[in-house]
């Protein structure tokens, strides 16, 4: 099963490798993670996707908690939570597609950011399934380029992960 | 007064009470030795390498319930001391390990010397620190010492720039520390202590398995009480062993793969097993599926939540330290008017008895011929009345030393378990008779293990320790040549130990005592000899049987029944 860890952690150098090393050596799955600053400049926050059975993932939460950096955890798939993740995707865009292509942009809410004539640049923002779905619409052989940030999580309305 | 980063580390370790540092000094850590040098509180052991001292620093703590402290430079030292980190690590030692690092503004630059430590030692470590301003120096060590004492223990490494430790600030020791991040299990939840002490009561077939969980928290008296309190059946685990007394009738012996067949089968196959302070690893259970296979109530405590439902699925989990859970499992019992199941009871322990003579119990068939490794475990423990610290290093040896040397206390036994570190013995042994002197330290090794840090007989010249080395000397690799006999037919590659030195020389090379024995008529004599020259080191090389087994015997990935027994004897 498919599982959204988020977590707060010292802003300290070494922290993240502790959580990268920890994942690779016990085996875990990592499919993606992201990590910045929160408003308290002291403290990261982390979201990490990764799937298992409930036994490695249960595993997974203790071997991070474990971690002396990690200060607060938090399993937001075990509850109402929203994800989002940030994609740029660089597509060939000439003659007919050009039209066809704004409009897949514009149908899924994406923002062309860059154009040249040969060129569109795309943001788009939502769910790592919602952009999968866009890679898809497009079609692999229009695609130049892709970056994606790993999905961002957070609770829904009360759920809070603070210190 | 400002103080250099050197002067801070010393006067740190000072306030931690620190009264031995075990270490080998370099480049990195010249500011830091110049400081040793100036003051004599923290007194210094000088290794003859860095593995040793941490082992050394491992075998100290493990005795006592202090912290162990070792020190190296950059480098080769760090890398040195990472078998010894990891041995820490993997059985939970309470360590400080400080390392030297080249000047911080090197740092990445391949300078000499340079390693990466805190990401080299990262995996092996219960935390590190990279320490760039002197500013930070005692706060850190003040964390070092908290993070490796408190909660499950780990070794802790500072690595401390060579610019770091010759810079200047205020030196103000912290009082106390709060790490916002780390919060250690204190008591275990009160009402999951109560229902444990319902399901232990409603116990048809008990079992209490206890591990080094037991030694580190100190709980061996609560221990006791509960398994007397109940005359539940209690086995150890290898790290365990000393954390009920082996003398007791109601321990059935080490458990796993040389356990007892009356330990393996009784884990097998009860219907409550209370877990304290152990992990399930596999060399304890084995087949994870094979023990599934018989249903039962697992009620395990442990202070570390990962430990819990890691490999086997646990019924009721207690997070908390050992000593303070089983304190209020003995009141909630006490407290309580129902008593086990008598009836029940007195089947299972007729059960438990059936298996004891079943098994046989621990046998080998002596020789007036050949040495019997088992024989010589048996007269060290004689001889010493059951009371000396006993040190192992890796292989046959370690396995007879903890089935035949019966330990009643905790803190006796001190073997590396977890990462099982030939070389760990001879320099452990060394930190034991550091921190207790006075008292009998014995180092049960073989030819094979000891040759790993031999060199440390130099620092047993220097600082006096009149360890007594028992070699099992059985030519072979013994361990892994038994391996070759069971699973490899018999191609005994590479476990012949040829060239062999002539030890008692070697000994003699050294300054110390040596002594060859090589008739079984001549062991007890010898032991005696050797024990009573209390401020020697002697190093007793026992000719042993090259064809000897442990037994009985788990095959690694096989089920707790599926136990070998010694040949018919
Ligand atoms: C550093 C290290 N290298 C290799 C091993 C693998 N190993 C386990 S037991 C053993 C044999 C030990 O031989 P010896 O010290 O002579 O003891 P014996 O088994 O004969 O009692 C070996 C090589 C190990 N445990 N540690």
Known sequence: MRHIISLLMENEAGALSRVAGLFSARGYNIESLSVAPTEDPTLSRMTIVTSGSDAVIEQISKQLNKLVDVAALIDLSEGEHLERELMLVKVRAEGAAREELKRVADNSHGRIIDVTEHIYTIELTGSCAELDDFLEKIGRDLILETVRTGASGIGRGERILKL | MELTGAEILIRCLQEEQVEYVFG?????????????????????????????????????????????????????????????????YMDSTPMVVISGQVPTGAIGEDAFQEVDAVGITRPCVKHNFLVKDVKDIAATIKKAFYLAKTGRPGPVLVDIPKDVSNHKTNFEYPASVTIRSYHPAGKGDSAQIRRAAQMLLEAKRPMIYAGGGVVLSDAAAQLADLARLLNFPCTNTLMGLGGFPASDRLFVGMLGMHGTYEANMAMQHCDVLLAVGARFDDRVIGNVAHFAEVPRNIIHIDIDPSSIAKRVKVDLPIVGDVKLVLDELLGVLRGGKQTPDAAAMGAWWKQVEDWRAAGGGLCYKNSTEIIKPQYVIEKLHEITGGDAFITTDV???????????????????????????????????????????????????????????????????????????????????????????????????????????DFVKLAEAYGHVGVRIEKPADVEPALKEAFARKDDLVFMDFRTDPTENVYPMVPGGRGLSEIILAEEL
């Open chain 2, 24 to 88: 080998y000094p370099g480049g990195a850590v010249l500011f830091i030795y110049d400081e040793l040098f100036k003051q004599d509180k923290v007194k210094h052991v000088l290794v003859r390498h860095e593995q040793a001292a941490v082992h050394a620093a491992d075998g100290y703590a493990r005795s006592s319930d202090k912290v162990g402290v070792a020190l190296v430079t950059s480098g080769p030292g760090l890398t040195n001391a990472v078998t010894g980190i990891a041995t820490a």
């Open chain 2, 395 to 501: 292989g046959q040896h370690q396995m007879w030393a903890a089935q035949y040397y019966r330990f009643d206390k905790p803190r006796r036994w001190i073997t590396s378990g977890g990462l099982g570190t030939m070389g760990f013995g001879l320099p452990a042994a060394m930190g034991v008779q550091m921190v207790n002197p006075g008292a009998t330290v014995a180092c049960i090794t073989g030819e094979g293990s000891i040759q790993m840090n031999i060199q440390e007989l130099s620092t047993c010249k220097q600082f006096h320790l009149p360890i007594k080395i028992v070699a099992l000397n059985n030519g072979y690799l013994g361990m892994v040549r038994q391996w070759q006999e069971f699973f490899h037919g018999n191609r005994y590659s590479e476990t012949y130990m040829n060239a062999l030195p």
